[in-house]
């Protein structure tokens, strides 16, 4: 009898040791801004971050942002994302803005084609099949918020909203609301992220400097313009990230900038790497290697 309870307090002791030893990891949450063709360099950061043992629990993004960040929680990596862009021939814009062909809507393209990229590689076209919690943020038109989706179906219905960027592409009717570009109201949607995630990563790719662009075309004038109301919709979501990298190399492209996916790819690749060295802390914390 003595021998049995002597055996049973050994294996309490060794419980209670192990339990109180065992490393845990922190929740990590990576929150994907907007940004067009720059939303490439999102796929050059989760390489860098899988390099270094570095795997997000939660995503969170606005337009290319979502889109990125969708196939990522699918279980997508970041070369098998690199690799449809390559095949799919993403980096050609009408492969993902089909133009109308006829003047009687709200934009100049059609999602058309973006849905049947999407549903090629997330058929179940639910957010509940997922293999990570994904986040996707919309702007409503009609309550002129912003929404965040998480749960049921219709993924792909809202991840085509998340990115349909005003007057470019039409406004997505769902039920009885209309929504536009998540990237209008809030660029870096990393509000959700924050309820369960210890730690926030955010990736912003349309950085504000006034010199950022030179205004000395229309266009170049307007995407300023946008930069600076990013800027504005942006603080919240930056003041939630622990940590935030910005490719700021980006700035020698544009948000349409499609053909240089590869340079723009590399630019997010090479950031995150640099941020790394520069912020040891975030490896030594969230390795799990």
Known sequence: MQKKGFLLCMCLCLGIFFTGTAQTHPRIGLCLSGGGALGFAHIGALQALKENGIVPDEVSGSSMGAIVGCLYAAGYSPQEMLQMVKTQKLYQTYRLFSPYKHNNKSGYTTHETLKKFLMRYLPANSFDSLKIPLYVCVSNMMSRKYSILSTGGNLVQWVVASASIPVLCEIVNIEDSSYLDGGLYNNLPAQPLSKNCDIIIGVDVTPYEFDC???????????LSVRAVLDQNT????????????????????????????????YGYTATLEYLVKHPSLKQKTCRE
Not at 213 to 223: D, E, S, V
Not at 240 to 258: G, Q, R, W
């Open 213 to 223: 662009i030179p205004a000395n075309t229309p266009f170049n004038a307007l995407l």
């Open 235 to 266: 603080r919240q979501g930056k003041k939630l990230c622990h940590h935030l990298i910005v490719p700021e190399a980006v700035k020698d492209y544009n948000e349409m900038s499609f053909k240089y996916y590869k340079e723009i790819y590399n």
